[in-house]
Every structure is written in C-alpha cells, then in structure tokens.
C-alpha cells in the first residue's frame, strides 16, 4: 500500500548558511554587551550596577546564541536529526540517541518568510515540548511534503 501524503519520513542536515547569518548577529551583539559592561564595572563608580547588567545581558545572550548556533549545526544531544510523521504523532529522533513522540495538543507554527517553522505538543510522559526547524536543514523536497504534512495541526 502507498503512503498517504500525510505520512512523511526525513532526515535533517546541519544549516550552515544559517549560522552564518546567527553569528553575524550574535557576536556583535555580544561583544558589545559585554564590553560595555566591563566599562562600567571596571572603574567601580556608582554605575557598576550597569555594568553587571549589561555582562548578565552579554552571557546571557552568549548562551541562547550558543544553543541556537549548535541546535542548527546539529550538535547538542537534543537537536532532532529525524523526523516521522503520521496521523496518529510526530516522531522526532534526537542528536543524543533519544526519540521523542508528540502524541496530544499537537500545534504548527510557520513563520511569512516561510525560512522556519515550530512544532509543539505533549509527548508520552506528558511534558509540553517544543522544537524549531529551519528550511536548510531540510531538501527542498521533505521540507515542502513535512509543511504539507503539518497544515493540519495549524
């Protein structure tokens, strides 16, 4: 028997071109953030509470940056390198060797440039989860069968 068009299998690939683009907005970012910071607390006058503000921003952007360029690149253990969908869930093979099911309250999410899209929903044990996939990570193929698969959890 044919699969259904409702039913689709693929796997991810790292997006280079998008971390490109990450870091180019990252590290400027960052770097001012952190110098500035280190600007104000240096000289400990009455603007130090600035300064530790404004590192707090810097490592905390460093971290979601980090998170975001390694999750795109496929390297944390909880970056999904597959993806298998069909009527019943969606099944997600993580970087780590985990598989995760979403199974209930399944939600769809793409963005108007049509360059990324979120799946959200409750997995087997009944924790919400939540990923983002990016247009390169896919062939040009699978990404349009997975959006198509997807519509009807808009």
């Given at each position: 028997?044919?699969?259904?068009?409702?039913?689709?299998?693929?796997?991810?690939?790292?997006?280079?071109?998008?971390?490109?683009?990450?870091?180019?907005?990252?590290?400027?970012?960052?770097?001012?953030?952190?110098?500035?910071?280190?600007?104000?607390?240096?000289?400990?006058?009455?603007?130090?509470?600035?300064?530790?503000?404004?590192?707090?921003?810097?490592?905390?952007?460093?971290?979601?940056?980090?998170?975001?360029?390694?999750?795109?690149?496929?390297?944390?253990?909880?970056?999904?390198?597959?993806?298998?969908?069909?009527?019943?869930?969606?099944?997600?093979?993580?970087?780590?060797?985990?598989?995760?099911?979403?199974?209930?309250?399944?939600?769809?999410?793409?963005?108007?440039?049509?360059?990324?899209?979120?799946?959200?929903?409750?997995?087997?044990?009944?924790?919400?989860?939540?990923?983002?996939?990016?247009?390169?990570?896919?062939?040009?193929?699978?990404?349009?069968?997975?959006?198509?698969?997807?519509?009807k959890y808009r």
């Amino acid at each position: 028997m044919a699969k259904s068009w409702q039913e689709v299998q693929c796997e991810l690939h790292p997006d280079s071109s998008g971390v490109i683009w990450d870091l180019a907005l990252y590290v400027p970012t960052v770097g001012f953030l952190i110098i500035t910071g280190l600007k104000f607390w240096y000289p400990h006058d009455d603007d130090e509470w600035i300064g530790y503000l404004l590192m707090f921003l810097g490592f905390f952007f460093l971290m979601v940056g980090g998170g975001r360029i390694l999750r795109r690149l496929l390297i944390l253990p909880s970056a999904p390198v597959s993806l298998d969908i069909n009527r019943e869930r969606i099944r997600m093979k993580l970087k780590g060797g985990d598989t995760i099911s979403l199974v209930r309250d399944i939600r769809f999410f793409a963005d108007h440039a049509d360059k990324s899209f979120a799946v959200t929903g409750m997995d087997n044990n009944g924790g919400k989860q939540q990923f983002i996939f990016h247009r390169k990570q896919f062939d040009e193929n699978d990404y349009q069968a997975v959006k198509k698969a997807l519509e009807k959890y808009r």
